[in-house]
């Protein structure tokens, strides 16, 4: 996953929804593949998202840690400072181009009601 290891690429859509999922905190698998769902408006199957929780962490860019062991169910995820470095950079990079969308007059304003 050559986009997890550098910020100079934009983030895939997984990877961009399971780090902002782990903005807020830690959370287990099911609650991230949950939370990228609602916030993406798009289904994440388990192995999207626990494929790329795998990726992250080796990137450095997701934490694991576990209470209990190393049961797959106690496994918490955890962004790690370069992970909400990569977050931030590509937050900035949406914004950058939601500006340029709205300045070409392409994005309906709220009084039109779309």
């Known amino acids: 996953m050559g986009q997890a290891t550098?910020?100079?690429?934009?983030?895939?859509?997984?990877?961009?929804?399971?780090?902002?999922?782990?903005?807020?905190?830690?959370?287990?698998?099911y609650a991230v593949m949950?939370?990228?769902?609602?916030h993406s408006g798009l289904g994440m199957g388990p192995g999207?998202?626990?494929g790329s929780l795998q990726r992250l962490e080796e990137a450095g860019w997701v934490?694991?840690?576990s209470a209990d062991g190393?049961?797959?169910?106690?496994?918490?995820?955890s962004l790690t400072s370069d992970g909400r470095?990569?977050?931030r950079a590509e937050a900035a990079r949406l914004s950058r181009l939601a500006h340029l969308v709205e300045g070409k007059d392409l994005v309906p304003s709220p009084a039109s009601g779309g």
Request: net charge negative; charged share 30%.
């Open 6 to 29: 550098t910020q100079d690429q934009p983030l895939t859509p997984a990877v961009f929804h399971v780090l902002l999922a782990l903005a807020d905190g830690p959370l287990h698998g």
């Open 34 to 38: 949950k939370r990228a769902e609602e």
């Open 48 to 50: 999207t998202i626990y």
């Open 63 to 65: 934490e694991v840690s």
């Open 70 to 77: 190393d049961a797959r169910r106690t496994r918490r995820f």
């Open 85 to 87: 470095e990569a977050l």
